[in-house]
């Protein structure tokens, strides 16, 4: 078991759309292994893989109270989205301390394999539906900052720049 380092943008892989994942051996497992520990640690409620550098279509989330109760998942779908939208305040290991409010479809399925290679469907509503898309969203080289406003873009990475630097 190991925590890994998290890429912080503008870190190009953060950019990068990732790859399937095309068997899940035992590197595989041993990475989401490292991800789900790497993801209580920091601390944060997901983690997907590019975050840790791997460009691969993966990632792990816990958004329970007491942190037991983790979700594993690889190469996901989102196979329905509702019309209606939540408004989520969001933050990313990945831009560290900005926050800002990000519209999202308010449920969601979603079709993906679990860690034995099973797939599976489940519905999703609330932060887990946030969680899960601003975690699919890592997948496709998207990061929370590219669903604001330029300007209100601009405002946070500038205040990231300035943290960066310190
Ligand atoms: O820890 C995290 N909190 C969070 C809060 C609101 C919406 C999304 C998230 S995910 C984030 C961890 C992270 O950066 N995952 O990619
Ligand atoms: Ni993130």
């Known amino acids: 078991m190991a925590i890994l380092k998290i890429l912080e943008y503008p870190h190009p892989v953060l950019k990068q759309k990732a790859e399937p994942v095309a068997k899940i051996d035992d590197e595989i497992k041993k990475i989401l292994s490292n991800m789900l520990e790497t993801m209580y640690d920091a601390p944060g409620i997901g983690l997907a893989a590019p975050q840790i550098g791997i ?64 797939e599976q469907i489940i519905e999703a509503d609330g932060l887990l539906a946030t969680c899960i898309q601003h975690e699919m969203d890592h997948l496709n080289g998207v990061l929370f900052i590219d669903h604001l406003s330029r300007l209100k873009r601009n405002m946070l990475v500038k205040k990231l720049k300035k943290l960066q630097e310190a």
């Not at 408004?87 to 479809?105: F, K, T, W």
């Open 55 to 118: 460009s691969k279509r993966m990632l792990v989330l816990d958004i329970s109270e007491n942190k037991d109760n983790p979700y594993i998942i690889i190469n996901p779908e989102i196979i329905w989205k509702s019309d209606e939208v939540n408004i989520y305040q969001e933050g990313c290991l990945s831009v560290p301390e900005q926050y800002a409010d990000v519209v999202r479809p308010e449920k969601i399925k979603l079709k993906y394999q679990n860690i034995d290679g099973k």
